[in-house]
């Protein structure tokens, strides 16, 4: 069971960068997938998460509008593409999975985790 994110780096403020996933070693369809993060003296928060049933998907408010969560079954893929980007958004963003199944869309309890990518928005 692996999960690696990659896309993150050093961005200006108001900047964009999209973050990808990549899953291996499960069956990814049937998964619900998150996007968290945490920056230093924090702790981990929900960004996004996206179901496996219906590609529904919930925001956290201070990124709703602004951050996009998708998924890409065939290729395992997960992505977030983050726009409009504030010093405050900087953190180290971790991809997550949770066997889903039939149940209802959440973004609590996910068992699998990456190591995590750093985001710094800065000038």
């Known amino acids: 069971f692996q999960l690696v994110e990659s896309g993150g780096g050093l961005v200006q403020p108001g900047g964009s960068v999209r973050l990808t996933c990549a899953a291996s070693g499960f069956n990814f369809h049937y998964y619900q997938m998150g996007w968290f993060r945490q920056a230093p003296g924090k702790e981990r928060e929900r960004v996004a998460c996206?179901?496996?049933?219906?590609?529904?998907?919930v925001y956290a408010e201070s990124v709703n509008g602004r951050f996009g969560i998708s998924r890409d079954n065939a290729n395992k893929s997960l992505y977030l593409q983050m726009n409009n980007l504030r010093p405050e958004d900087t953190a180290v963003y971790y991809c997550?999975?949770?066997?889903?199944?039939?149940?209802?869309?959440?973004?609590?309890?996910?068992?699998?985790w990456g190591q995590g990518t750093q985001v710094t928005v800065s000038s």
């Open positions: 996206i179901s496996s049933r219906d590609g529904s998907t």
């Open positions: 997550a999975a949770d066997f889903q199944g039939a149940l209802a869309l959440t973004c609590d309890g996910y068992e699998y």
